[in-house]
């Protein structure tokens, strides 16, 4: 499956591209994450028409045992989740008790911070802590090759304006 993903303002941003995989076969309760977690069963893809692969021997393969996780099946976001949850976690933050959504790093001597919100696959990361944001980055990076760094213009349907300042009052964490 390709679709385009269009940018808050309904200028192309990029196309994405897909294999979903049907999971009629695939027991309640077992299952895979998002790109990189655990794949912790086995799973099947019978292939599209018109792709086969050979084996050592030569022979025509028409079906592939799945080495990485896909979208489509069932369990997929709830464990990609459980994933997220043990890198992000492992990388020194808290989840909110309030909003499992969002983890956060405090820097109690400095009051120095850094929050992660998630949804799903997408993570939005801000705060004033620019040494810890860059180590949480260096380790997307060296763990799931995240290469895509560019300055967020929409993350849930709300549009970013970087021009805009907030006067208000602060509040201390």
């Given at each position: 499956?390709?679709?385009v993903?269009?940018r808050?303002?309904g200028?192309?941003g990029?196309?994405k591209?897909?294999?979903i995989a049907?999971d009629?076969?695939?027991?309640l309760?077992?299952?895979?994450v ?13 292939l599209p ?13 028409k ?6 996780n896909?979208?489509?099946l069932?369990?997929?976001?709830i464990n990609?989740?459980?994933e ?5 976690t ?5 989840q ?6 969002i983890?956060?790093?405090?820097d ?7 929050l992660?919100?998630c949804e799903?696959d ?6 004033n802590?620019?040494?810890?944001i ?19 213009a ?8 970087y021009?805009l300042r907030c006067?208000?009052?602060?509040r201390?964490?």
């Amino acid at each position: 499956m390709r679709k385009v993903k269009h940018r808050a303002d309904g200028a192309f941003g990029k196309y994405k591209a897909r294999l979903i995989a049907r999971d009629f076969l695939q027991k309640l309760g077992v299952g895979l994450v998002f790109l990189k977690a655990r794949l912790d069963t086995n799973i099947w893809l019978q292939l599209p028409p018109g792709i086969a692969f050979k084996d050592k021997d030569g022979k025509i393969l028409k079906c592939a045992k799945l080495s990485r996780n896909l979208y489509g099946l069932r369990d997929s976001p709830i464990n990609f989740n459980k994933e997220l949850v043990r890198f992000i976690t492992a990388a020194g933050f808290k989840q909110l008790e309030c909003n499992k959504c969002i983890f956060f790093h405090l820097d109690q001597a400095t009051k120095k911070f850094v929050l992660v919100g998630c949804e799903v696959d997408d993570l939005i990361i801000t705060g004033n802590d620019a040494a810890c944001i860059a180590r949480f980055k260096r380790k997307l990076v060296d763990d799931y090759k995240v290469t895509d760094w560019e300055r967020v213009a929409s993350f849930l349907g709300v549009n970013m304006d970087y021009g805009l300042r907030c006067i208000g009052h602060r509040r201390q964490i």
